[in-house]
């Protein structure tokens, strides 16, 4: 064989080994929980069937509002517009599932609450901890899009890291898909707690001005480290779950990413997380009107800048489908095509008034969606694991506490990991008066959960 027959085998084999697995294109919609579309039954079913109509195979759903959980969490509230007894993502997972389509987990990451007044919930993040809070330079609380929390501390990111593992833990997940993972803006960053461990690993003196160089790049660190820790964490659980990001393309793409906004003034060095391996799908949010000469420029600008940046790893680019026509979208996502990406994302697929209509008229340009592979639970059922625990808790209330431990241990055979299933089973043995057993299961709540309170309370830790 010759070296130039040579060198062309190699070429070969650099572009297959550097060209994303997943041959499907991947046509997703974000689904979020400020409007109706994930938050109960009805509105699941006519999520799925409109996603189904507009020959869409992704669902990205919104699970992590603004520190509270639309699925059972054994860590933050339970949103208060879930009804009792419902989990929606374990509902969704089922039925999305059954049809080819794959369900990434939104979570919202360093934004937690919007309003001046904290939230009620004790489990919540931000009453539990409001020294967590981010400030700005001028010691602002609440930035324009709400209160964030200062990705300089790292209690913070380990909890978050838990809220992660908890969701991969008990539900077939296809993704953990992080949204506001970044500053609010470069004025940003100065909690004490912060500050104290940038003077301690810097030797700085003096509280670092907004633009300061090495007080940036610190704060990119900081976001990194947290990209880095769940990255570790999740595939440590399943390595099959996808872990991809809402990214930042604000202003024109520049030739140098060090010049492009998200690096600049959030603190989102999404480049580096590509080219690491820290995650696996980027989901730049390039909302643009199609229909404006600058909206699409725009578009494609960053669908040339996302695929230089996205060394061999799939990219998703976001798409308004409320700022375009179905022929607009088909438009852009024949641009994203041809510029060699590997799907999209369309925001949002909230229900409205127009979304059935669109749906059917993107449907009819796009053809029925391929399958794509979804993820599976290791033998653990969470929607009927959830079931049998609120029958449990229910039984419990009447005071039939043999038959409220029978449908709670059926709980825990469902689910391995659930942690407060456990804890009402010891609960319940102590109102039998059989201090033996509940300590049993005490120590087996405290071992599904090492944080879990009223186990720690009830072994006297």
Known sequence: MNKANVLILLVIAVIVLCSPVNA???????????????????????????????????????????????YDSKIE???????????????TIEKAHAEGMQVHAW??????????????????????????????????TEAAEGVFLDPGIPEYREHFARVCEDIVKHYA????????????????????????????????????KPDDPKWLQWKRDQVTAMVKLVHDRVKAINPNVKIQASTIPWGDCPQDFKDATPYREVCQDWRSWMEQGLIDENCPMVYSREGQESGAKYFRGWVDGTKRWSYGRSVYIGMSATWNTPEQMMQQ?????????????????????????????LGKLLGPAPKLPVNHANGIDAMAAH?????????AKKNKLDKAITELIKATKLDPGYAEAYFRIGRCYL???????????????????????GARKALGE
């Open 24 to 70: 499907v294109e991947f046509r997703g919609a974000w689904v979020s929980t400020w409007g109706a579309g994930f938050r109960n039954q009805q509105e699941i079913n006519e999520t799925l069937a409109a996603v189904k109509k507009a020959g869409l195979n992704a669902l990205v759903v919104e699970v992590r509002k603004a520190g509270d959980a639309y």
């Open 77 to 91: 509230p339970i949103a208060s517009d879930v009804p009792a007894g419902f989990d929606p993502l374990a509902y």
């Open 107 to 140: 979570v919202v990451v360093y934004r937690v609450w919007k309003g001046k007044e904290l939230p009620s919930d004790p489990k919540h993040v931000l009453r539990a901890h409001p020294e967590w809070r981010n400030i700005s330079y001028d010691g602002k």
């Open 173 to 208: 997940v296809d993704g953990i898909h992080y949204d506001y993972v970044r500053y609010p803006g470069q004025d940003w960053g100065y909690s004490e707690i912060a500050l104290k461990r940038y003077y301690a690993e810097t030797g700085a003196a003096e509280k670092p």
């Open 333 to 361: 996502i024949d641009a994203a095509r041809k510029g060699g990406l590997q799907g999209f994302l369309l925001f949002s697929f909230d229900k409205s008034k127009s979304r059935d209509a669109r749906a059917e008229g």
């Open 387 to 395: 079931k049998a625990f609120n029958k449990g808790i229910e039984l």
């Open 431 to 453: 109102r039998s008066k059989n201090a033996t057993r509940a300590h049993e299961f005490f120590e087996k709540a405290l071992a599904a959960d090492p944080t879990h309170e």
